[in-house]
């Protein structure tokens, strides 16, 4: 069994910097690639960021490429998101999540097995 567990959500305003973090433990992690999703009230999750399992990998949301960057730290069991230029409708609680692959990056949500919590980031204007 994996656990994760998000940390670093906040308010902000639109412009700033804000970095996620997901602690994993009672598993494989680093072995197997990891994304990060995120859903706003209302809405369905959507798909953010994915990171094979050597981080040599990544994959993006058009939504938030060229802002956002995804990276671990398999020596400390740590997924990372770092979201710059943050915007209104960046509002969401964050969720990691362990993938069932270690190479294959993948948007759809059924491709990962376990999942945290959730963080909330909040963008104010």
């Known amino acids: 069994q994996v656990q994760l567990v998000e940390s670093g959500g906040a308010l902000v305003q639109a412009g700033d910097s804000l970095r996620l973090s997901c602690a994993a433990s009672?598993?494989?992690?680093?072995?197997?690639?990891a994304g990060w999703f995120r859903q706003a009230p209302g809405k369905e999750r959507d798909f953010v960021a994915a990171?094979?399992?050597?981080?040599?990998?990544?994959l993006y949301a058009d939504s938030v490429k060229g802002r956002f960057t995804i990276s671990r730290d398999n020596a400390k069991n740590t997924l990372y998101l770092q979201m710059n230029s943050l915007k209104p409708e960046d509002k969401a609680v964050y969720y990691c999540?362990?993938?069932?692959?270690?190479?294959?990056?993948?948007?759809?949500?059924?491709?990962?097995?376990?999942w945290g919590q959730g963080t909330q980031v909040t963008v104010s204007s």
């Open positions: 999540a362990k993938s069932a692959y270690r190479n294959f990056l993948q948007k759809e949500s059924r491709a990962y097995d376990y």
């Open positions: 009672g598993g494989t992690f680093g072995t197997y690639a």
């Open positions: 990171i094979n399992w050597s981080g040599g990998s990544t």
